[in-house]
């Protein structure tokens, strides 16, 4: 592996208009940030023990500031968590002028961020993300929400923080596991720019992500994303193209009762929206192939046992419909994607059962 060094000590990304920091340690950026921009009421944090360490050192180094622990996880992020949250913010005090600090995860920074935006019609947020797939996705663009029964993030507003701070030495507690929940979001990100983002990934691709470039790789996959969301904030045309492979993925979610992670199911929805673009003459089979094996040598997942018709029936609840048929975002090229695709079920469903396998000749040519 190339001798790759994390050179820079901060990266600022304001393409948004409110500050992104990505650092080793990001802390005396926050803590600079709250002496100006006022302490927080409280501190919201998943009760995971590395993330509530986080938050336990924040709070003694801002005055004692209260710390509100909750178990989250996607089988949590649900009405009734965002009601036990804001009980213990009213319980607290948590006045309209308020600033709340959520630290967290993907999880945290959607339902934190959904609870703040309804809480006395809105107050001030900022996030810490302590995961991947929070620093490079979740806690970025004011996307917030919940699950209902019937589909992921069904219930949701945009609500832009006031900041978002990314240490990434809080990878270092991650588990493996963990760490790919936020790969798959990278290569989604690599397909949609191309370029030397997928370039640096494939180059990675074979070694351990503990040694990875982390302030380079999370700087460059951020960009994607804002650059995205800063021409259509709220979703009405070409920032759908961050759906890339969604569709399937949250599908996959929730027909698994989201014992499949985020992570894997993300992989397994970009192989799917590949597979589609091929079936409709977009994407090079050489192309596909070298997305398959980037996801393969990162240790993300090709095929699902989940049954074609029970992924059907939950994309039925996917929010992205319109006039009742599903859109989706399917590669034309690495650097080129296309939104707002309608296929007929007879083809998505072809997909699916292929999904079931993994790709032909694929093991021989990895």
Partial sequence: MANRKEHRILERNDDLGYPIFI?????????????????????????????????????????????LPFALGESRKRLSTVERVLDAMAAAGV?????????????????????????????????????????????????????????KNLAGCFRDPIAVFCSTDALETLSAAALREGLAEIVKAAIIEGGDLF???????????????????????????????????LETGARATLNLGHTFAHAIERASNYSVAHGKAVALGLRAAGLLALRTDRFSRDEHLRVLTLLALLGLPLQTSLAPNAILAAMRGDKKKRGGRLRFVVPRAIGDVEYGVECADRTVRAVLERMQQLPENFRARR
């Avoid at 590395?50 to 209260?66: C, F, Q, Y």
């Avoid at 006045?95 to 934190?112: C, K, N, P, Q, Y």
Wanted: a neutral charge.
């Fill in 23 to 67: 650092a080793q340690d990001a802390r005396d950026e926050l803590l600079a940030f709250l002496r100006t921009s006022g302490l927080p009421s409280v501190i919201l944090c998943d009760a995971n023990r590395h993330v509530r360490a986080i938050a336990e050192g924040i709070a003694r180094a801002s005055r004692g500031i209260p710390v």
């Fill in 95 to 151: 006045e309209r002028g308020a600033l709340v600090l959520g630290i967290g995860g993907g999880v945290a920074s959607d339902l934190f961020g959904f609870t703040c935006a309804v809480y006395m019609r809105g107050i001030r947020y900022a996030h810490v993300a302590t995961s991947l797939v929070a620093m490079v996705d979740a806690a970025i663009g004011g996307k917030t929400g919940v699950d209902l029964r019937q589909g």
């Fill in 199 to 233: 370039d640096l990934l494939e180059e990675l691709a074979p070694h351990p992500v503990a040694r990875w470039p982390w302030l380079e790789v999370i700087p460059a996959a951020i960009k994607v994303k804002t650059m995205a969301v800063a021409d259509d904030r």
